[in-house]
């Protein structure tokens, strides 16, 4: 007969005996444990799943943007004439644009940086000025020599003052001295200053008069001003308020040029005219002595120079009065990255961005500590940086940007004073590309903690509770 025992032995759905199931302060705490530490665990996983991770190389350039580089840029010149400034662009292909003037936009400020008016027109710019014949006798004076006494006293008498400010040893001013005279004298004949009176010319010489031509913010020689009884102070600043002349210098188009400004004032009142729209060859003239250029420029991708300076064909420039300090308002490299998308960058790299402008709001004072004919030169190594996310298994470019480091020194100039900027665009760029996370891998993890410490949990309670049971049954044969 098979007994009850043998039996049993086949049983494949065992049970657990009723004590080890009983509830205790030991299994309690084991799972207040273990539901912490997966807890733990899990919040560990899901950080390491949504942080971000990328990868960064250096590779051969591949820029999707073409041949050309825009530069943005915004400058404050406080001791360079917006009459004058000029934006040049330069590279080692033999690219050489002067006097941009398409992209470019100019702002007269005051030596704090203030803005004193508004946007400054350069016109149409001649490509040669026509001057008179050459004359080898003694030119018969005409015009009145000024100083600053006769020059605030004569400014307030007559309807039409125009005033030559010259240098003696400008090839310009040298130019033009036969033709003034002799326009001088016909107006003076046609318009008697003591008869008529609506109209007087004369000089000044910038090389006496220092402080009369500092005045009058005279930075190229010569400088012919136009200007109104009644308009030539303004209230809000207190500076001159005129027109400069930019037409041919020959004495035929000048007396004609002296007979528009004229025409427009009767002679039996002398009334201003404060619009005059006969000569297209003025144009209001910088108030101040400083200008705020800003705008941008496109350039080839080869190394090459932005060049801003004082320019003219039919002026000269007293280089050791030249001073071509400035401030850097702005300097970017690239097309203009909106704050939104750097902010998405930035969730990608944190430290993105942060030389892209790097020279912004740096000052660049020559003190002439070094005397003058001092240029101000920026070295800078522009590197382009590309930011790549995946989305659904495709990469999609976030951004490019471009960051370039700056180098800035002050160096002796036989030549004008200029500020030069060299750039060099490396052949390199730097891509950073985003590492995609698998949900169905973190899926798996969090699967893996779960099972894995409710096993330990059981292990190690399992553990404790026999570990009491062998406990007890030592103490109770003790006891017997």
Known sequence: MISSSKIKSVDFYRKIPR????ASLSGAGLSIIAALAMMFLFGMELSNYFTVSTSTSVIVDNSSDGDFLRIDFNMSFPALSCEFASVDVSDVLGTNRLNITKTIRKFS???HLRPTGAEFHSGPVPHSVKHGDEVDEETVEGAVPLNGVSFDRLSHVYPILVVNFFAPWCYWSIRLKPSWE???NIIRQRY????DGRILLAKV???????????????????IRIFRKGSDLREDHGHHEHESYYGDRDTETLVKAMEDLVASIPRENRRLALEDKSNITKRPAPLTGGCRIEGYVRVKKVPGNLIISARSGSHSFDTSK????????HLSFGKTISPRLLSDAKRLIPY???SHDRLNGRLFINHRDLDANVT????LQIVKTEVATRKSSREHTLIEEYEYTAHSSLAQSIYIPVVKFHFELSPMQVLITENPKSFSHFLTNVCAIIGGVFTVAGILDSILHNTIRLMKKVELGKNF
Not at 192 to 195: F, G, Q, V
Not at 322 to 329: F, G, L
Request: charged share 30%; with cysteine.
């Open 192 to 195: 008697d200053p003591e008869a």
């Open 182 to 184: 002799k326009t001088a």
């Open 322 to 329: 030249m001073n071509m300090s400035h401030v850097i308002n």
């Open 376 to 379: 101000i030169e920026h070295y």
């Open 109 to 111: 400020i005051d030596q």
């Open 352 to 354: 993105l961005g942060r």
């Open 205 to 223: 010489d910038c090389t006496e008069e220092v402080d009369l031509c500092r005045r009058h913010h005279i930075q190229g020689y010569p400088s």
């Open 19 to 22: 004590d080890l199931t009983e």
